[in-house]
């Protein structure tokens, strides 16, 4: 057997509270695509930036080509020849794609001339279609992320590092970009793919390693496995799915949510919202797929009140609420996870009781002439813990020391306390382990069997399909047509992400 | 790591700052050629025996609990309200003007009343000014409210020599109020009085409508998230004028316990520091309304030390004593925030491995 490239031997990194990595050992051969398979916090992202030089390890030691070698820092990593691309990428959005690859790599006077065309050179090897002096704040993420690797490649990375790198593409973007892995590592290059999704790894992956708590808890090549083990060796139980039934009512039920030529347009600037009609019936699911940052955002917070559309009618239960405030909305019945839980559906310095009255401060249904009733509300707060199986030490703990599923659990809680009406969920399931995936859709299914309006919008289309009744395809602000979920397939719902329009068969809609 | 372990974590590094940070003045001392031990000996022995002394240490303390105060409700709501000198200023340039028009007119407990609530008003308009403009024209609160108080100052020393000034029109100072406009002494034979009781009061009112109540409680969501609060309904403009107005208001009353308990008049450069003191008060005390009590009378206690120093017999001591002392034990004290923070994480990381090895 020929000597490994990368070898990690028994590297452990402990943070506070957390054992990230324990003991983990593995190799990277030449020419290899080695999917690294895990749930979040199972410590795929740790074991690669100590590989990067990002962190150093507690314990253990790094060998290339059989040499033990030292890594402190990123640029020791980028000599070797590693490169990693970051879940959130490092670019300067204000310069150029040139600039931005030659960043960190040029000394004194700079040709941009030669910059120029070496850059031209490069995107034309590998068959990438990069406008080198665009600038990157005008590039689609998908475009952002060949600059990216066009970044590792000009610093000739022979083992590039990809984390989590479908999650903002499209599905044709991702088949892209596993044409370019493939050629790629045909020249004898490596790639590390970090990645918690099965289907990807089986697609690309040479060999599989699974971790789980910090730990190695699974080493195979992929013509060995299948799908039913790596998820197996991933959560370390069986998931049960979830089961759908066909709706408690169906088209025969009331709308709830009504919106009508929904627009949101700034002056000369392209609108966020163009005419968006459609209803939500009582005991309905209705999805937004889409890559994320064609409005479905900006979508739902018009509908919960905190963005004012210019333009349209939003109704509830018949009743118009276009100019009702956000706390009047609230307490009309909408509840509304967000997408970005740290940004804005939590407080994360606060407690986890604090944090489920948040929605409901004003009133009283947790307080007696101004001051908090604690009693009910820890009360509260114990039964959904226990109900949402959330891992709290009870309901003083800080919200911010929860795992990302955990919060995501109380504030599913507190929002399906909120909407009795209305539900909206904002990528809820966004980062989250497959264990704590599977909890939130089994709530989300069961509101919908009590008749409550769903409407979900999600990047992951397996979800999209498994969950919604009806599918709605957002791009640049407009909706692509609206379907019955069985109208689709991936193939379809990718094309029309993309903002291939194509015949309508009008369907649900009337 | 329970509340427990980081409360005596808390006692023992702010103990061990203090402590530092004396040594270090004492070091300071003996560059002086005086030797330390005696001299503090000497000024703690006279703090606790003399009552006078002990009382003075309270007194000190009370306009600086408002101040601290003042700076730790707007930090809570993350706003920087570093014009609590010119909101005190305001305080005292209203006690002065109402307790000299009241004087002899309405009797004591009234005209208190009346001054206090006036001084609690004029200080909250100021602060509700900074948050009006903060929150309308999204003006930088750090820097308005710190040119604040410049301007009230200017005012002050204004009116000094205009409306405000003597009988005498000698300097620019204002009449000595009557006996009748003073707050009564708590303790006979000391200077304290139930100014301090009412600070303490109303630091722990201050606790109770951050930790007990809606308001409060949406003051603490806006600071630490004001988006998700925004998408919760809550009004984070709003709060922002509400948080500096009780802010203001706070400082405010500082002026009437220096007015009409300490001073009994109005001066030129009256009280320059309190505002400053205050800020480095409610960092030591964490924002926490109750530690700034305790804060507070650690730091009447050093400036009261300082003074007593300062006026030992033919040591010469510098009266900027007081302001070294305590200068170091708030860097000491800041600089342990930073330890313990670095304690508590490693030794979760070290539990962590032995637990793993086991």
Partial sequence: MQVPFFEIQGVSKYFAKVIANKDISFSIQKGEVLALLGENGAGKSTIMKILYGLYRADEGKILMDGKEVKITCPKDAMKLGISMIQQHFSLVPAHTVTENIILGNVKGRIDHKKCHEDMKKLADTYGFDVPVDAKVSELDVGVQQKVEILKALYLNARLLIMDEPTAVLTPQESETLMQFVKSYTEKGNSVVFITHKLKEVMEVADRIIVMRNGRVSGNLKKEDTNETELSRLMIGKDLVQPEKDSGPMGDKAKVCLKVEGLTIEKKGEAPLLRDISFNIREGEIFGIAGVSGNGQEELCEAITGSLKPTAGHISLNGEDITGLTVRERIGKGIGYVPVDRHRDGMVMPMTVAENMMLKESFGSKWANHGFIDKKKLNACTQKAIEDYQIKAPGPDARAGGLSGGNQQKVILAREVSVGSELLILNQPTRGLDLGAINNIHTVVLEERKAGKSILLVSTELSEIFEMCDRIAVMYKGSFMGIYRSEELNTEKIGLLMAGYAQEKEAAGNE | ?358
């Fill in chain 2, 1 to 358: 790591m329970n509340d427990k372990d980081k409360l005596k974590d808390l006692i023992i590094t702010n103990f061990l700052a203090i402590a530092a940070g004396l040594i270090l003045s004492g070091l300071m001392l003996m560059l002086l050629h005086i030797n330390p031990f005696t001299v503090f000996g000497d000024a703690l022995h006279t703090m606790f025996t003399d009552k006078y002394t002990m009382g003075d240490v309270l007194l000190k303390a009370t306009p600086l609990i408002f101040t601290a105060l003042a700076f730790a409700f707007t930090f809570k709501a993350n706003l920087f309200n570093i014009g609590a000198q010119g909101q005190f200023y305001m305080g005292a340039i209203v006690a002065i003007a109402a307790s000299l028009k009241m004087d002899g007119v309405v009797p004591t407990p009234v005209l208190l009343l009346i001054v206090v609530v006036l001084t609690f008003v004029a200080g909250g308009l100021i602060g509700a000014l900074i948050g009006f403009l903060k929150a309308r024209y999204n003006a930088n609160e750090f820097l308005v409210s710190m040119m604040s108080t410049y301007v009230v100052q200017a005012l002050m020393n204004y009116l000094l020599r205009t409306f405000l000034l003597e009988t005498k029109g000698e300097y620019p100072q204002t009449d000595a109020i009557s006996r009748e406009a003073w707050i009564p002494t708590l303790i006979p034979g000391t200077r304290l009085h139930w100014g301090f009781v009412l600070a303490v009061l109303v630091a722990v009112g201050v606790w109770i409508l951050l930790y007990k109540t809606t308001l409060g409680y949406r003051i603490r969501a806006v600071g630490s998230n004001a988006s998700a609060s925004e998408k919760s309904g809550i009004k984070s403009k709003k709060v922002f004028v509400i948080a500096f107005f009780i802010s203001g208001a706070l400082a405010g009353m500082a002026g009437f316990t220096e007015i009409n308990g300490v001073q009994h008049m109005l001066i030129q450069d009256f009280n320059t520091s309190i505002g400053s003191s205050g800020l480095g008060i409610a960092i030591l005390a964490n924002a926490n309304p109750i530690g700034i009590i305790f804060a507070s009378i650690l730091f009447g206690a050093l400036g009261v030390i300082g003074n007593l120093m300062g006026r030992m017999p033919g040591l010469n001591i510098p009266s900027s004593i007081v302001d070294l002392m305590q200068g170091f034990v708030m860097i000491f004290v800041i600089v342990s925030y930073f330890l313990r923070a670095w304690m508590a994480n490693r030794r979760e990381k070290r539990r962590l491995q032995k637990v793993v090895e086991k």
